[in-house]
């Protein structure tokens, strides 16, 4: 199974500031993904970070506001653009090991995200 | 769009108590449902069901896929303190464009007492 690093495990941050959240897998996937967990909530995918190109988003959340990079098979980043307070959350990576258990996805530790 | 819903959202329970966390779905294009636990942050694999009726077993812990209720079962026998976690239940299906998505419910919060 593969081990997922993130950094930074935790931050506060200023409202209109940026963050960039970093995902290190320990070995190649196929697939890496990003999902946000509100106070009390489920997780909710944010974008399917494709390497080489563009992320893939998800209904109600877009390029400007969560930048995403992948440029290689093990790291991904997600960035947290012009910060306000609902952005406070934890943010979770997650990869595929294997593409033949594509339903298997290894979390990340997340990232805990506080905006004053 | 696709719904999961898990019940009871959260539970108390005695250590030596057996647990019953439930989880229901609708979604288009089923393929599998997988159970996580997650304590502090990271949520971590227990299960993978795909067929209904096939029970899968780790120790204590047991869950078994009802594809005609759409509904799965989690349960905890002789529960432990180190049980206490959120208990999620999350639905693959396919999205389209050969892609596929997981769908999360809000999750049971367990909490053993001594």
């Known amino acids: ?30 697939m890496m993904f990003w ?4 106070p009390g909530q489920s997780l909710t995918l944010i974008a399917t970070a494709n390497q080489g190109s563009e992320a893939t988003y998800e209904s109600g959340f877009v390029i400007d506001k969560f930048p995403i990079s ?17 952005d406070s959350s934890i943010y979770l990576c997650s990869a595929l090991d294997s593409p033949i258990r594509y339903n298997e ?12 | 769009e696709d719904k999961v819903v898990q ?16 989880c ?16 502090k942050k990271a949520p971590t694999f227990l299960f993978m069901l ?16 009802d594809k005609k209720e759409l509904s799965s079962i989690l349960n905890i026998t002789a529960t432990q ?4 976690a959120i208990y999620l239940c999350a639905v693959d299906a396919y999205s389209g464009a050969g892609s596929y998505q997981l769908t999360f419910g809000k999750g049971t919060k367990l909490s053993v007492i001594p």
Not at chain 2, 51 to 57: H, P, V
Request: contains cysteine; proline residues 4%.
């Open chain 1, 105 to 116: 996805q290894f979390f990340g530790p997340g990232t805990r995200l506080t905006v004053l």
């Open chain 2, 24 to 39: 229901s779905y609708e979604v288009t294009n089923f393929r599998s449902l997988l159970w996580y636990k997650q304590e």
């Open chain 2, 81 to 84: 303190t180190g049980d206490s």
């Open chain 1, 70 to 86: 992948r440029p290689n098979l093990t790291f991904s980043t997600l960035t947290v653009s012009n910060m306000s307070p609902e």
């Open chain 2, 7 to 22: 019940s009871p959202l959260s539970l108390v329970v005695h250590e030596g108590d057996t647990v019953t966390l439930n």
């Open chain 2, 50 to 65: 795909t067929s209904s009726g096939i029970e899968k077993k780790s120790g204590r812990l047991s869950s078994i896929l």
């Open chain 1, 35 to 38: 999902y946000r967990q509100q």
């Open chain 1, 1 to 30: 199974s593969a081990v997922i690093s993130q950094k930074p495990s935790r931050d506060i941050c200023q409202r209109g500031t940026s963050l960039t959240i970093q995902c290190q897998v320990d070995s190649q996937v196929t």
